[in-house]
Each structure stands twice: as structure tokens, then as C-alpha cells.
């Protein structure tokens, strides 16, 4: 897979910047404080029964209790590394030093800059951050290139300290509650476990968050695992199904945009490098956090360019912004979570609040609709193109006229646009 690659060129990139948050802002939010709590916690009653379960006066107690603190410092540690070191942000008002660049590159109103290939903009931070995954809020900062592998091992670290809490908590908890039995019928050398309302309490509540933390992060290591094995990230893969979704074509498609598509060529996702490349990208070695590259400027396969990717995307945003529809608002909706359950279980349990938020509109407004979802549609008003969320389509002249697709089509590209994501050519015409 090696001769397939061309490595990244060595042109001008900007220097990742780590945001305006102070660390005392990152620490000190309900997201990290929460998670430091969480693991002190069970760090804590753990230990405490740890103690008592296996004494520190024989080999395997020492280990024991050992590896157990071992975790929740590794675990302690990334968490704060991830948080403190970031994603890395593109600066602000980034523009590449070749102009022939631009058109390849997207446009960031809020940033008032050129994205490098790979990022993304993060409404939290409200910077765009290179190789954004997501925006984690135990960490109070986005995982992105700088921080990937730090919140990698943060998730992989908590896992196995947790599945060792429930191991000491649960054995503490089975020798407590049959204490009688072993004083009964044991040998004498079953452990003594100790138990006052209090610890009682303590270590109930210890085991039930570990398991729930060790269930919840597992699911979502695996997921990150296979995310940097195909040398992806969750937005990525959202991305790279619309670009295969695009080039399909429909029965309903007419000449002209089947012509279109076809003239789109063949999608090749430019980052996959093959699984030990993929990994090499990210794990650099056991004791370095890094990760490989620049954030900028990144190896692809033959075939593809530093621009595959953004050029795709804009593509996208092209199609979509000529997808977009013009709807009517026939009924109130609060944009709150709880204020779509009028319209049924079915609705309110299929709201795509983590695909974005909810939008509150009124009555009589007119709305420009890019898409829907199970009984959803997401979109925003012309005169405020960055609030965007979803409504119940019941509400719509959608539902009402039984036309999934529209009504009326916009009338121009300025009336559809759908994000704060711009081309350089329609940088230049605002």
C-alpha cells in the first residue's frame, strides 16, 4: 500500500493555535468537572475496598491496588492533556499563500478565513478546528488533530480502569453480603469487608457508574478505533456518504442532472492509506500523545489530490443549496425538545437533535428547507442564515399538499444558502 501513497508536500501551512479558552476555563466547566468528579469518585471507593478485598501486605494485593491507581492517573492524565492541548484551530483570516488555492479551499465567515482540508467548524469553540471529530464536552474542547490520540487512550485508559472497579467493587460487595456465611463455613482466609451505610452507599453507586461508564465508553472506543483504522473521523464518514450518495442515480433524476452526476467521475476517499499507515498516522509511539502531521496538508493515495476532499465538499453544498426548498409554517413550534410530543410518540422519539438543534418558528413564516428525516425537516430563514435547526414537517405546507420534496423552488442561489461555509468565488461577490 506504500507505492499507492504520496505524502504530504511541504508547503506554507499555519501554525495550530490553541484558542482563546484559558486551561482555568477548560477545567473549570460542568463537562470536566463532572468527568474528573466521576473518576475521583470511583477512584476513590474503589480503593477503599481494594484495600480490604486484597491487603497490600501480599504480592497480589500490592499489584492490585497498584495497576488500579496506574489507570485512573493515566486516565486523569489524558483527559487533561486532551483538553489542554485541543484539536488545534485554524487561525483567523487564513489565507494560502497560492491563490490558485482558494477556489479549491472552503470559505469560513465566522473565521473570516480559507479551512484547510480536513476542517471543520465548531459552533462551540467558534474557531474551525483541523480534523474535527466532534466537540466533546467532558473535555470542554473539540478532539481533533492535535488531541486525537490523547482522547484515544483517555477512552481506552477509562474503560479497563472501570471494568477493574467492578471487578474489586462487585468481589467487595459479594463478601460483604455473604460475611455471615463465610465466618459460617469459610477457612478464615476469605476477606473481611467492612460495610457502614455510608460505604454501603458509596460502593453501590461506584459499581453502577462504572459499569455505565465502561459500557458507554467502550461502544464509543470501538467506534473511534474503527474511525482511525480507515484513517477517518465521524465527520469525515458523514461526508464520505454523501459523496457516494450523490453520484447515485435516481429514477426520478432528469437528463440534465443525470449528466451532472455523471460528470462527478468516480469517489475515492483520498485518506485511507491502509490500516498500519492509518494507525502509524495517529499512534506515533507508547509514550508519545502526538500525532503525525501538520494539520494542514496530508498524504493521500494516487488518483487524488490535497483538494479531492474540499472540492467535494463544495460540490455538495452546490447540490444542496440547489436541492433546497421554500416552505410554509402553518402551526407554532417551541424548538424545544418536549414541544414536538403534540405531534405524536413516533415524532418526539425520532427527533435528529444530535444532528444539530431544534429551530422555533411561527406561524405564517416562510422557511428554506435543504433537507428531512424520518418526519423532520431542517432549515432556516432568509434573514438569519446561521440560526438553522429542525421542525416537525406536520407543520409544513409539506405534509399538508402530500409533496415530500416541495412546493416551490428557490429562486436564486442567494436565497439558499445553507451555512456559513463559502467558496472563494462567492467570497468575492458579497
Known sequence: MGDNVVEAPNWPAPVAEVGEKTVFQRMFHFGTIFAFSTITMIGAVT???????????????????LAFLLWNYLTIGNLFNASFFGPGYVPRGWKPENKEHEKKLQFCVPCNGFKVPRSHHCSKCNRCCMKMDH?????NNCVGHRNHQY?????????????????IDGSAMYHAFFAGWYQRYGDGTEPIIFLTPISFVAVI???????AVALALTFLFITQLRYVI????????????????MRKILDEEDEEEVEWIRSLGEWKYPYDLGWKRNLSEVFIGIFDGRTKGNGSWWPVIKGCSQFT???????????KRGRARIVDIGEDFEGKCCSSRKFGWKIWMKQPIIDGKCLKVSEGETIIATRGVSGWVYGFRESDTRNKGWFPIAITNLKRNGDPKTEQTASSEEDVKTDDTLSSEEKKDQ
Not at 135 to 139: A, E, G, L, M, R
Not at 230 to 245: A, F, T
Request: net charge positive.
Open 47 to 65: 480503593t477503599f475496598f481494594s484495600l480490604q478485598w486484597m491487603p497490600v501486605n501480599s504480592y497480589i494485593g500490592l499489584f492490585n491496588t
Open 135 to 139: 466537540h466533546c464536552p467532558w473535555i
Open 151 to 167: 482522547f484515544l487512550r483517555f477512552l481506552f485508559f477509562s474503560v479497563v480502569g472501570c471494568i477493574h472497579a467492578v471487578i
Open 205 to 211: 453507586f461506584a459499581f453502577a457508574m462504572a459499569c
Open 230 to 245: 480507515r484513517n477517518k473521523n465521524g465527520i469525515e464518514d458523514y461526508i464520505h456518504g454523501k459523496s457516494l450518495n
Open 309 to 319: 476532499f474540499t472540492i467535494d465538499q463544495l460540490l455538495q453544498k452546490q447540490s
